[in-house]
């Protein structure tokens, strides 16, 4: 039997994914140490491989065979990209893509006027503003606090994920509109699909049970 291989994002959906595989009775426990400079980790027993990665990196390892399985935010899978099956909403990580800032931008949204919009996901930014929205917007890239954005004037209204809103709120922001919601979710290669089958439906079948 082949190993079946697991790029998991980093970080906290790292550690709610193992906790919902544990449960599953599919273990890792050297992924647990934080000390461990290991790149691969892998279950025998299970025929199992995992290996951790930056979100935005989890979808290409899946697209291109290097993981047969990938777990990653929904955020990401739209924003990448990628040809590869979703095939289960993990139900954690859960949260908001949202336009967001003063109320005074409301107006702006509403007669469409041609407006900047900063953000770290521009795919979806533009998706949502030129093809559902029917507006045209000036899109900016950035990397770092996007809040910042609004309230130094370089932009009307920023696209973000929103989970609380407290930063927002701290900032004189608000949700303006919601996007799409936004969870954990399992994608898998498309020929890796095809030739286990069965491997990744039992799996699937096993993880809803926890859910």
Known sequence: MRMLTFALTKGRLAEKTLDLFEKAGISCTQMRDKQTRRLIFVNEELRMSFFLA???????????????????????????????????????????????????????????????????????????????????????????????????????????IVETGNTLRENGLKVLEEVCPLSARMVVNQVSMKMEDERIRSLITQLRKMI
């Open 54 to 160: 930056k979100g935005p990196d989890v979808p290409t390892y899946v697209e291109y065979g290097a993981a047969d399985i990938g777990i990653v935010g929904k955020d990401t899978i739209l924003e990448e990209g990628r040809r590869l099956y979703e095939v289960m909403d993990l139900k954690f990580g859960a949260c908001r893509m949202c336009v967001c800032g003063p109320e005074s931008a409301r107006e702006l949204l509403d007669s469409k006027q041609l407006i900047r919009v900063a953000t770290k996901y521009p795919h979806i930014a533009k998706d949502y503003f030129y093809n559902r929205r029917h507006q045209t917007v000036d899109i900016i890239k950035l990397n770092g606090s996007i809040e910042l954005a609004p309230i130094v004037g370089l932009s009307e209204v920023i696209v973000d």
